[in-house]
């Protein structure tokens, strides 16, 4: 169902990468709700082709960008504002990648070179695009500008590795740029924290299914969907939530404050 919610909006989505990304829901989402979207990744997640099929359903066109380089980024932030014809209301950062995750190092046993580039292209990253954007006047008055996040950053989950520290800075830049960007131009900046999903980044982290499962049993509402955060990212991008900003807005079926639910305790 579309209430336009969108309509004549227009924003960049990062990262999709198949049918089963955030990132790409939200993308369909946002058209339906009337909204006129660029597309972008890393040239390298281009290659692989899926985001054509997207780029075809939501009339967008499609710009790459490796978001640990500037220069790709103020090329995207330049491209997007020329199709346009001018700045944009909306950004979804819906980006994560951990290199020691990927080369199974252990979290005590961190390759730093790795964890700077984790670091730079997970949370370094949402700070480029914000100052970028501000530099280049590319978000209009009230605009809205969204990271994805994960309880990973308040709370220790071992297997999460590195992320956490990603996630936890990650979730700094939105407080800190959210402030300078509010007073300068209204603009608003918030991380949504998701429940697990079963998506590439996601099915990344060790043990991903007992992860999966526990959240599932420990969150009063159940894990919330790929689309169900698709659609809060919608609300977050409209009208209705203007005076939202700097916050890390738990998205989780209730996990983030629920200490013990029944059906756990019944498997003890
Ligand atoms: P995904 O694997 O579909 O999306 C991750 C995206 O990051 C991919 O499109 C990938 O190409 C992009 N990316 C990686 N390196 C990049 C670079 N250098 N430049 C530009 N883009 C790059 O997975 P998902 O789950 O949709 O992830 C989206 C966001 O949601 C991430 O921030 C993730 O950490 C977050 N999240 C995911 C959860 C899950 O369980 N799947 C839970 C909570 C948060």
Redesign the pocket.
Known sequence: MSNQLLKGKRGII?????E????WITAIKCFEQGASIVLT??PV?LRKGDINVLAEKVQAPVIP????LTEDMENLIDKSVEHFGGPVDFILH????SLNVRKGRHYTDLDYGFNAKTLD??AI?FHRLLATCMKKDAIRDWGSVVG???IAAQRVFPDYNE?ADAKALLESVARSFGYHYGVKKHVRVNTI?????R????SGVKGFDGFITYAEKMSPLGNAS?EDCANYCVVMFSDLTRMVTMQNLFHDGGFSFTGVTGEVIEKM
């Open positions: 990062f990262g999709a990468l198949d089963k990304s955030i990132a990744n890393a997640a960008c490796d978001v640990s819906s980006i994560g990648m292209i997970s990253s994805l996040s994960y992320m924290s998701q429940s697990p999903t998506t590439t980044a996601g790929a």
